[in-house]
């Protein structure tokens, strides 16, 4: 049964882009697979492991990794903040709590890059424009369908305010999880404030279980956007940022298992004793 009970009728247009999400997404993961990783974070530079796609290997111009961060996500969140001021853009309740809840993802990874986040290394300027560009590319897309949608008939099943409830625990689980990983990097700099360069096994909440519960709670905090939107768009980013990141998690773990011999075997990449 097409569209299911929770979404929106998607149009042509929306239907044709959120296949483009899905794939585009996927394919990225995949890459990460072959070794093709998206230069940020552990593979931000040649020491990381394995290629780099978005300029990362060819001598290309490289940003400080702050910088890189906060030009991938300031334009998304200029977007939304925007989108709040353009007539029209923005009725109705639920257009409201999703451009609200992407504002907070967005302001959210900004204070990050600020105020918790510590960097070691630098991103091509490559990876910089493929990152924000997306980035902005999907917040455009998630308040025009939802824009789209208005005067269609309502889903069967309204999950409105469940996906507020789902989307504030994926945002504080990814926040805890990285001011973890975060006091790990001072720790691992001898307790410096600089921005260690070491790394260490991580420890605390589900690190014991998984190397990447920060990349779990962003897909929860993605499929909460997705109850609140209910349109085929925002049901495709959320698939495809899934599987994005499932694959980003997998070759971490490997990174993790090749780096340190006492890396324990029971942890999984992403989903506890799954995956």
Same mark, same amino acid.
């Given at each position: 049964?097409?569209?299911?009970?929770?979404?929106?009728?998607?149009?042509?247009?929306?239907?044709?882009? %959120? *296949?483009?999400?899905?794939?585009?997404?996927?394919?990225?993961?995949?890459?990460?697979?072959? #070794?093709?990783?998206?230069?940020? %974070?552990?593979?931000?530079?040649?020491?990381?492991?394995?290629?780099?796609?978005?300029? !990362?290997?060819?001598? =290309?111009?490289?940003?400080?990794?702050?910088?890189?961060? /906060?030009?991938?996500?300031?334009?998304?969140?200029?977007?939304?903040?925007?989108?709040?001021?353009?007539?029209?853009?923005?009725?109705?309740?639920?257009?409201?709590?999703?451009?609200?809840?992407?504002?907070?993802?967005?302001?959210?990874?900004?204070?990050?890059?600020?105020?918790?986040?510590?960097? %070691?290394?630098?991103?091509?300027?490559?990876?910089?424009?493929?990152?924000?560009?997306?980035? @902005?590319?999907?917040?455009?897309?998630?308040?025009?369908?939802?824009?789209?949608?208005?005067?269609?008939?309502?889903?069967?099943?309204?999950? *409105?305010?469940?996906?507020?409830?789902?989307?504030?625990?994926? /945002?504080?689980?990814?926040?805890?999880?990285?001011? @973890?990983?975060?006091?790990?990097?001072?720790?691992?700099? !001898? =307790?410096?404030?600089?921005?260690?360069?070491?790394?260490?096994?991580?420890?605390?909440?589900?690190?014991?279980?998984?190397?990447?519960?920060?990349?779990?709670?962003?897909?929860?905090?993605?499929?909460? @956007?997705?109850?609140? #939107?209910?349109?085929?768009?925002?049901?495709?980013?959320?698939?495809?940022?899934?599987?994005? *990141?499932?694959?980003?998690?997998?070759?971490?773990?490997?990174?993790?298992?090749?780096?340190?011999?006492?890396?324990?075997?029971? /942890?999984?990449?992403?989903?506890?004793?799954?995956?």
């Amino acid at each position: 049964m097409w569209p299911p009970p929770f979404l929106y009728p998607p149009s042509a247009f929306v239907a044709a882009a %959120s *296949l483009v999400a899905v794939f585009s997404l996927a394919s990225l993961g995949l890459s990460e697979l072959r #070794g093709e990783h998206v230069a940020y %974070s552990k593979f931000s530079h040649a020491g990381g492991g394995g290629q780099q796609r978005g300029g !990362g290997g060819g001598g =290309g111009a490289l940003l400080p990794g702050r910088t890189g961060m /906060i030009v991938s996500y300031v334009p998304a969140l200029v977007a939304v903040l925007a989108a709040f001021a353009v007539p029209g853009a923005v009725d109705g309740a639920r257009a409201q709590v999703l451009c609200a809840a992407l504002a907070a993802h967005f302001l959210k990874r900004v204070l990050e890059v600020l105020f918790v986040h510590r960097y %070691s290394g630098s991103m091509p300027l490559g990876t910089v424009v493929q990152i924000s560009t997306c980035y @902005l590319l999907y917040v455009i897309m998630l308040v025009n369908t939802q824009r789209l949608s208005r005067g269609l008939p309502d889903p069967a099943v309204d999950t *409105l305010y469940p996906g507020v409830l789902v989307f504030a625990v994926g /945002i504080a689980g990814n926040f805890y999880h990285h001011l @973890l990983l975060s006091r790990l990097r001072a720790a691992a700099a !001898g =307790g410096g404030g600089g921005g260690g360069k070491g790394y260490k096994i991580p420890r605390g909440g589900m690190f014991e279980l998984v190397a990447c519960p920060h990349y779990l709670f962003e897909i929860v905090a993605f499929f909460g @956007l997705a109850m609140i #939107g209910q349109t085929a768009f925002a049901l495709a980013l959320a698939v495809g940022t899934a599987a994005f *990141l499932a694959c980003r998690s997998w070759e971490t773990r490997k990174w993790y298992a090749a780096k340190f011999e006492e890396f324990p075997e029971r /942890i999984r990449a992403l989903v506890p004793y799954v995956l």
